[in-house]
């Protein structure tokens, strides 16, 4: 949990860096989150037909140019559910899932980008 809390703390902190120009009325919050092993998330991804969608990671500062502090992971599957995993690379034997959603809508404008 203090991982999790650590992540969260700098996933705000990469906002709030990034949009150093402007101040925005932020708090913090307590979120629903489940841990476990990385090797158990991906058996449970694969009991629930889940493959990654897109992997992407978070930077130290909200730096494009900083050190990778937090690796997010976006999974779905055929029914429209949808979690997002987050670890990091100090633990990667470890993960966190930070949300999982239903029924799923994806932009119409994002599925044919540029026809």
């Keep these: 949990m203090k991982r999790l809390i ?4 700098l996933l705000c902190a990469s906002i709030v860096y990034a949009e150093e120009q402007k101040t ?5 919050e307590t979120i629903p989150a489940v841990c476990s092993t990385s090797d158990e998330i991906q058996r ?3 009991d ?7 992997v992407s990671v978070g930077k ?3 730096s494009p140019d900083g050190k990778v502090v937090y690796i997010v992971i976006y999974w ?15 633990d990667p034997g470890n993960a966190c899932i930070v ?7 994806i932009n119409s ?7």
């Design 99 to 105: 949300f999982r959603t239903f029924d799923l809508r």
């Design 60 to 62: 130290e500062n909200g």
């Design 24 to 28: 925005y009325n932020f708090w913090w």
């Design 44 to 46: 449970w991804a694969n």
């Design 6 to 9: 650590l992540i969260l703390s």
């Design 48 to 54: 629930k037909n889940m493959i990654p969608v897109n």
């Design 76 to 90: 779905l599957n055929d029914t429209g559910e949808t979690f997002a995993s987050v670890s990091t690379p100090d």
């Design 109 to 115: 404008g994002l599925q044919n980008p540029g026809l």
